[in-house]
Structures are given as C-alpha cells and as structure tokens.
C-alpha cells in the first residue's frame, strides 16, 4: 500500500512499511510516542501520509498526533539526509571557530542550517550546546562527536563519509 500525492499518482512513501509496528503496539495504550519513534526510524523523519496513517489506525485526531510530533525535538517532518552534521554553536565552541566551520559546509556542500543536500546525502543543523565544550569547536556526525574540529579537518571527514555526489562541482 502507497499513499497518493494528490494527484491521483502514488508517493514514494510505502505505507506497508508500518505494519509490524502496528502488529507489535496492536492494543497497547499510550503507544503514540514509540509508534512515532518506529516511524521515523523506517522513514528516517515523519511524511505526512505516515502521520495519517497513524492516526487512522489509532483511531486519534491528526491533530493530537501532529502535536505530539511538533512538541518533541527528536521527531522530524521534513526529510533528512543520509547523514546529518551537527555543529555546535555555544558559546565555546561559537568563540573557538564555528562560524568558519559551517561557512566551510555550506560553500562545500552546497546547503544551509537547517537544509539537507538536493541528492538527500547531507543534513546541516547547528545546535546550541552538545555539552562538549572542552572540545570546543565540536560537531557532531552520525552520532559520533568530534572535537576540536577546523574547517580543513571537517572537510576531510565529511568527504570520506558523504557521497561524492553531494560535493559541489568546482
């Protein structure tokens, strides 16, 4: 099963995907949160054919399930890439070189804060405090922290973990 774009075609979003989640938290109160959680994991953030789906079968609101999806930082309604690069921009690591590490991904990448590659490799985020700041500049990458970070350092590990393709052209 596919959910439809509207116009009479079908997305790429497959709702059959959904249905051990459904099978595991079948009949169990209060299961929003971890449904959500389980989404997001096979989606990698919430489509909004998905976020219908759920509450259909949940038989709850839209609504309440956007609300609940909005409210928590964890939960994603736009599609993120492949790989998602956290920078840090407190007040530390802000004074240690940040400005110059995200100048570099952006002229690198070709994307903004808060955007993800055209090709769906790479997300940039810059988040305010990752509590690293003995690491001061630090990012974050899959995951994984890496300190005290320069601009030609950045690079070097997002090249051997990024796609080629999101590289721009030079």
Do not use: W
Not at 51 to 75: D, H, N, P
Not at 81 to 94: E, F, M, P, R
């Amino acid at each position: 099963m596919t959910a439809s774009d509207g116009d009479g075609g079908a997305s790429a979003v497959d709702l059959s995907l959904m249905e051990p989640v459904f099978q595991k938290y079948s009949g169990q109160p209060g299961a929003l949160i971890p449904i959500l959680q389980k989404a997001q994991d096979i989606y990698n953030y919430l489509p909004a054919e998905v976020l219908q789906l759920i509450a259909e079968r949940l038989g709850i609101a839209l609504s309440k399930v956007y609300g609940v999806a909005t409210f928590y930082a964890q939960f994603y309604l736009e599609r993120r890439g492949k790989h998602v690069l956290k920078i840090c921009d407190g007040t530390a690591c802000h004074v240690k070189g940040t400005p110059a590490l995200i100048t570099a991904v952006e002229e690198e990448f070709n994307v903004r804060p808060g955007e993800t590659t055209l090709d769906g490799e790479l997300t940039l985020e810059v988040v305010y405090c990752i509590g690293s700041c003995a690491l001061a500049p630090a990012t974050v990458l899959d995951g994984r922290v890496m300190g005290r970070m320069r601009p030609t350092q950045l690079l070097q590990h997002l090249r051997r973990h990024v796609s080629k393709t999101s590289v721009q052209e030079t």
